[in-house]
């Protein structure tokens, strides 16, 4: 247990606690625009947060080969951080065009 | 540490079944489609865990990149189809 270790579980358990709080308000919030809210935002950052995790922890025992698994996992944060909002505002997109009014307070909630 | 990623990736799944609730309860389909968005970027994750636990790191990652852009496509794809459906709602159209 060296000091590289702890970095790598405090980055993985915050990534974890993202995650669930972005399933927890998936499940509980109101309508789907405000289900959006957690989708989008606290997915993006619990999977930033879990990869760097492992990118730093596939560096444990250093080589070129280690080194190149480690940049193609930063690839994929890129490509998360990209993504993921860029698919929130789609799915957004179809359910105002679709006229999807949204929730206000003292309705039913659905 | 290995202990401790399986531990992560047995949670990881739990919480994939939480988005699953969601995926089958909710009342439109762009509510289902969150679920599975949700759920489709938990997968990447999980399948590079499954790569630390199995000690094949660089194979897994290529299959979690290629997850990810596949994940993307479906949903833009889906929300764009789903956007000409009107009168797929039980709600009036307010705009």
Do not use: C
């Amino acid at each position: 247990m060296d000091i590289m270790d702890i970095i790598v579980l405090v980055l993985l358990f915050s990534g974890l606690f993202f995650l669930t709080g972005g399933a927890i308000g998936i499940l509980r919030f109101p309508d789907f625009y405000s289900r959006l809210h957690p989708a989008g935002k606290l997915d993006t950052l619990g999977s930033f947060l879990a990869m760097t995790a492992f990118a730093l922890f596939n560096l444990h025992h250093f080589s070129l080969g280690a080194l190149l698994t480690s940049l193609k996992i930063l690839l994929i944060i890129v490509f998360v951080f990209l993504a993921s909002p860029t698919a929130t505002h789609g799915i957004v997109d179809a359910g105002v065009r679709a006229g999807l009014a949204p929730w206000t307070k003292g309705e039913k909630r659905r | 540490m290995d202990n401790i990623f399986l531990y992560s990736a047995l949670y990881l799944a739990f919480l994939m079944i939480l988005s699953l609730v969601r995926a089958v309860l909710g009342p439109t389909v762009l509510d289902r489609m969150i679920g599975v968005n949700a759920i489709g970027s938990k997968t990447v994750v999980l399948l590079i865990l499954i790569g630390f636990l199995y000690h094949r790191v660089d194979m897994f990652v290529d299959i979690a990149l290629a997850y990810a852009m596949l994940n993307f496509i479906a949903v833009l794809a889906a929300s764009r189809y789903f956007q000409k459906r009107k009168g797929l709602y039980d709600e009036a159209p307010y705009l």
